[in-house]
């Protein structure tokens, strides 16, 4: 088992190149940035003394912080410059940490803007759709057009809104329904919940703000999202 010393050490490393990012856990570093929480987590990986530098996002709309915190809407493992995942000794660390912080700020460039356009997370989001898990899972696939529905949706992109629950239900079609509800729940209730967002904006944006008030996401670093 490795010492909390150690991985104190290693988060506090992690945090002197990203001070854009604040330390939430001690495996945790994490930003605001509108309706979102981006950041880097270290995978502790089974069986090993290593871990893995992992590219996060969650919501912050849901219905408590716990919630939201619960599930990213995506994970995205940092790759090296070979294109293979890391495996970083906790003990040897200092030896990859520069690869590993310049493919992170390579992957990851929303960690070091002081503002995100709309534009950029979709690109963000967009690039999900190309890892393999993503793929093969219509629940990743589902969250993914989730996140891209409420980035418009804080933008005051309505059409774009009315554009991507297209996409969405043209998703749902495509699979077995079960492989959806177990997750969603009735995909129509689910279809309409998200369609009355448009109209009821003012408690979307106030859930945003009343968790942005959880006492530690509110001494995390932020930065907007706009169009």
């Not at 945790?28 to 950041?39: A, D, H, S, T």
């Not at 293979?84 to 992957?107: D, G, M, R, S």
């Not at 995909?187 to 530690?216: A, G, P, R, Y």
Request: net charge neutral.
């Amino acid at each position: 088992m490795i010492e909390n010393s150690i991985k104190r050490e290693i988060i506090n490393d992690w945090a002197e190149n990203f001070p854009e990012l604040s330390i939430y856990s001690q495996n945790k570093l994490y930003k605001i940035c509108g309706p979102f929480v981006f950041g880097v987590e270290l995978l502790s990986l089974p069986r090993s003394e290593d871990y893995r530098p992992i590219f996060v996002c969650y919501p912050l709309w849901k219905s408590d912080i716990k919630l939201c915190l619960d599930e990213p809407i995506f994970m995205e493992e940092i790759r090296n410059k070979k294109g293979f995942q890391f495996n970083i000794p906790y003990k040897n660390h200092k030896t990859f940490l520069q690869e590993a912080v310049e493919c992170t700020k390579k992957q990851a460039v929303v960690f070091t803007k002081k503002s995100v356009t709309f534009t950029e997370l979709l690109d963000i989001i967009d690039k999900q759709f190309s890892q393999t898990l993503i793929k093969s899972s219509p629940v990743g696939q589902a969250k993914l057009f989730e996140g891209k529905f409420y980035g418009a949706l804080y933008v005051n992109e309505l059409n774009k809104c009315s554009e991507i629950l297209e996409e969405l239900s043209t998703l749902i079609g495509n699979y077995d329904l079960k492989f959806l509800e177990w997750k969603f729940g009735d995909l129509n209730v689910w279809l309409e919940h998200l369609q009355m967002q448009k109209t009821n904006q003012e408690f979307f944006f106030n859930q945003i703000k009343k968790n942005k008030e959880d006492k530690k996401i509110s001494k995390l670093n932020s930065s907007e999202l706009r169009l």
